[in-house]
């Protein structure tokens, strides 16, 4: 009676089984991007031209006079470690000479700005099915935090030489001497090495993402900045209208 039991479970389980997958499988496919009408490729190139479109804009909007400076999110201002100097010449009549310093600094981030834009279109190209599915159904700014991870290091070495010519060439490196110079007139303070380059990178890029989430933001949200029949498909898909 036993053995006879197991034998009607074993075809039980037998037939079960394929019943079974084809149910998750067809589960799989309703919630699946595809069964929406959008192919693999479409999801791809639509988040691919998504991006394109937000970097271009990005670079537009930063890599152009008062690009930073003119822009309160983003604007450049002296180094933390820097303040107690600031606040002190100020205080002696040198505000005039430390609002210029601030000024060169993101003259210096706005030259650089347009060195972004083949960077940012390599790590474009590189972005799999995988990636772009994931960004679809992600965050307003699921794509500038994933572009952020993956490519942050790069962008910074690759960024800073163009960073370092510039402050050379708006005297971002003469007005900090200047200014260093000048601090021997506040009392108490001690003159520390800093990386003005490495700071001045940090925050073109940190202003630079932040108008590229922006920008996707829009895309996701406004149904007006979505410029394309392409965007048009596939960010309506998602339901945010």
């Not at 479109?53 to 604007?75: D, E, H, Q, S, W």
């Not at 601030?102 to 972005?127: H, V, Y």
């Amino acid at each position: 009676m036993i053995r006879r039991t197991l034998t009607v479970l074993a075809i039980i389980l037998l037939v079960a089984t394929p019943v079974a997958a084809q149910l998750d499988q067809l589960l799989r496919g309703l919630s699946s991007p595809s069964s929406s009408g959008l192919g693999d490729a479409k999801i791809v190139s639509g988040l691919k031209e998504a991006l394109e479109i937000g970097t271009k804009n990005a670079v537009n909007l930063t890599g152009r006079p008062n690009g930073y400076f003119g822009n309160a999110a983003i604007k450049i201002l002296m180094p933390e470690k820097l303040k107690t100097l600031e606040s002190g010449l100020r205080a002696v009549g040198y505000g005039p000479q430390v609002d210029e310093f601030i000024l060169s600094m993101n003259s210096a981030a706005e030259q650089a700005a347009p060195a972004a834009r083949q960077i940012f279109g390599d790590a474009i190209t590189g972005m799999t099915f995988d990636d772009a599915t994931k960004i679809l159904h992600g965050s307003d700014t699921a794509a500038t935090d994933y572009f952020k991870d993956k490519t942050a290091d790069k962008l910074s070495t690759a960024f800073r030489p163009t960073v370092e010519r510039a402050m050379n060439e708006v005297g971002v490196t003469r007005q900090y001497n200047a200014l260093m110079g000048q601090a021997k007139a506040v009392p108490f303070f001690r003159a520390e090495s800093y990386d003005l380059n490495q700071y001045v990178v940090g925050k073109s890029l940190d202003g630079l993402f932040h108008v590229v989430g922006e920008e996707e933001r829009k895309i996701r949200t406004n149904p007006t900045a979505r410029v394309t029949d392409l965007l048009k498909d596939v960010f309506g898909s998602t339901g945010k209208r």
